[in-house]
């Protein structure tokens, strides 16, 4: 009977406990690189130059999501856009954006070239409508 743990035991036991600066040092160190090594896994930590190329392609996705209405836009005003939307259709899906960047439809006013990625995006609107 006197091997068993009880609690008044383990609680006695912790409170005698007195653990070296040594042992005190290199639990911290293992807790700090545990708790960097759980993060980085499965936290969703990521280092800056991570975080600065994942802003940026959110940011470029934006930027596309909405000039693309307006290549839409432009494609209305077009006089001949119902034989280029059958043209269009009949393409094959990756033809498709540079078709509509060879018609200037995803030219921006007051830019002097076209985004391919506008142009590819807004084929796929003009093809769904």
């Known amino acids: 009977m006197e091997g068993r743990v009880t609690k008044g035991n383990l ?21 700090a690189a545990l708790t960097m ?3 980085f896994t499965w936290g969703g930590w990521v280092q800056g130059a991570t975080a600065r190329s994942m ?11 909405h000039l693309a209405p307006i290549c839409v836009v432009q494609f209305k005003q077009d006089p001949a856009r119902s034989q280029k939307l059958k043209e269009l ?11 509509v960047k060879k ?3 995803a030219r921006m006013p007051g830019d002097g070239e076209t985004d ?14």
Do not use: H
Not at 11 to 31: D, E, G, M
Not at 89 to 99: C, H, I, T, V
């Open 103 to 105: 018609q200037g439809w």
């Open 89 to 99: 259709r009949e393409m094959n899906a990756f033809e498709r954006g540079d078709y």
């Open 11 to 31: 609680i006695a036991r912790w409170l005698r406990a007195r653990p070296t600066k040594t042992v005190v040092f290199w639990s911290w160190v293992a807790c």
């Open 55 to 65: 802003a940026q392609a959110e940011a470029e996705e934006a930027i596309v999501k």
């Open 37 to 39: 090594i759980v993060g």
């Open 116 to 129: 391919s990625k506008v142009a590819d995006e807004c084929a796929t609107l003009i093809t769904q409508s």
